[in-house]
């Protein structure tokens, strides 16, 4: 199966790549992937061009392929005045609304406070929902305290247990009760003639 990390960091090396590769890694852990990362700090120019001329530069439009053929997905941005990053914003911007439609993914993000981590909820899970894409229930923020703290390991692990899950189609596996049928117009309406 194909996991992507859509990595948002800008800086080398980066926390917001380290918990994308956690991520994945734990991932790695319950299901046999191969991992693809994608770097939009490396596609920052070529998506500004994109904007202008409408066209995706060549490795951006390999970036758009793997994000949007991915079995599943983990986003990971840094958090700047309380919401995603703009590069973030803006890569997710240039693919096709309908691309990620059913796509499980892993919503994930790094800041500087912990006050900072409902951008999960009011911002990434939005964007997701937004385009349809089956987002986990279990998001991870990490910020700097984090890095080393008990904790964040355990929400690493349940949420990429969450995406294993989904990428392997466990959670629509449950039984589903079938006291509905389908009977053709023809036959019902015979059965009521033959009953009056």
Request: aromatic share 6%; hydrophobic share 50%.
């Amino acid at each position: 199966m194909r996991l992507v990390v859509v990595s948002a960091g800008l800086s080398v090396p980066s926390s917001t790549r380290l918990l994308g590769d956690r991520l994945a890694a734990a991932v790695g852990r319950d299901l046999p992937v191969e991992v693809q990362v994608v770097e939009l700090r490396e596609l920052a120019v070529e998506i500004a061009h994109h904007f202008t001329n409408g066209f995706p530069g060549r490795k951006l439009a390999a970036a758009i392929d793997a994000v949007t053929g991915a079995d599943g997905l983990i986003v990971v941005t840094p958090v700047f005045s309380a919401s995603y990053s703009g590069l973030f914003k803006s890569f997710f911007d240039v693919i096709d609304k309908d691309a990620l439609a059913g796509t499980p993914v892993l919503i994930a993000a790094t800041g500087g406070t912990a006050r900072h981590s409902l951008v999960l909820e009011h911002a990434l899970r939005p964007l997701f929902a937004h385009l349809r894409a089956v987002v986990v229930p279990t998001g991870v923020y990490a910020a700097s305290e984090d890095w080393g703290a008990e904790g964040l390991d355990g929400r690493i692990e349940r949420a990429a247990g969450e995406l294993a899950a989904l990428m392997t189609g466990l959670s629509a596996a449950r039984p589903v009760k079938d006291d509905f049928a389908v009977v053709p117009f023809e036959e019902r309406l015979a059965a009521l003639r033959t009953a009056g």
